[in-house]
């Protein structure tokens, strides 16, 4: 599915990668895209490929109809998405233009319900708190547990889970049996930074070792960057996004297997259980006329894909 590209002898590449992303995590500050439910809106990612586009989506009456008045009313879903977490989701080649599969879903829920979206680059840490007052929806990869359900709705549309990359060759002979005191990247606010290599760093101390130096950065791509650069030993994500890195950036390679893979879930503030209620039934009904599949398949992420989307699953621990 994703390919590693190899960098032998290709010291130019390997900057040119550095720079590229460099410049994505400087342009992450981008106020939103506004696509129409009947408008014509495809962008373009970084790899090229075509992104989904809503026209294909066709309406729900009856869906729409249950749309709650003061959403009707403002007629645009809010979505908060942090922009730096490709392939799910980041900022198109112009540097401004959300794009990716969870950008791709929210449209694809508006187009359904007969809304307009609007996805807004925020900071991962700052989506959860500001549902209903300043989004209708968080969709970034939010992996569903128990610190987030016990915080908000969390409605399930993919499964992914952890998985590690080193430099090429692994020139620092990183291991996960031989993990403390190493540096680790990884993005703030994860699952991958807490609880998974914050338990990993209390066995460490525990055992009277040095902890895991642990790197936490709020931009994935700046985790990236430092990777290739040869500042930090390793970095964790979810797997989907290690994939898309490896293919995407000289360099690198999958260190390992992946794990813990655990369903991932749209977040709707707690008290509004109407508007999650509906957001179910909607990614079910997109589910169902294979435009989630189609969405997926464009990205090159069919695997993650799920059967059912359901309203605050228990997760698995």
Known sequence: MMFNRSILGSTKVKAAAVLAIGALALTACTNASDTTAGGSNPSSGASGAASFDPTTVAKDDS????????????????????????????????????????????KAIGAKLGLKVQVQTSEFTGILPALGPKYDLGISSFTINKDRLAAVNLVSYFNAGTSWAVQQGNPKNFSLDDICGRSIGVQTGTTQEDPDLKDRSKKCTDAGKKPIDVVSLKSQTDITTRLVNGSIDAM????????????????????????????????????????AGLIQDTLNALIKDGSYKKILDSWGNADGAITKSELNPTPAS
């Open 63 to 106: 869906l729409a109809a249950k749309v709650p008045a003061a959403l009707k009313a403002k007629g645009t879903i809010t979505v908060g998405s942090d922009t730096t977490y490709a392939p799910a989701e980041f900022l198109g080649a112009d540097g401004q233009t959300p794009v990716g599969y969870d950008v791709d879903l929210a």
């Open 236 to 275: 964790a994500a979810d797997s989907p996004v290690i994939s898309y890195a490896l293919k995407q950036t000289s360099g690198l390679q999958k260190f390992g297997d992946t794990y813990d893979s655990a369903p991932e879930g749209v977040a709707v503030a707690k008290s509004d259980t109407a508007l």
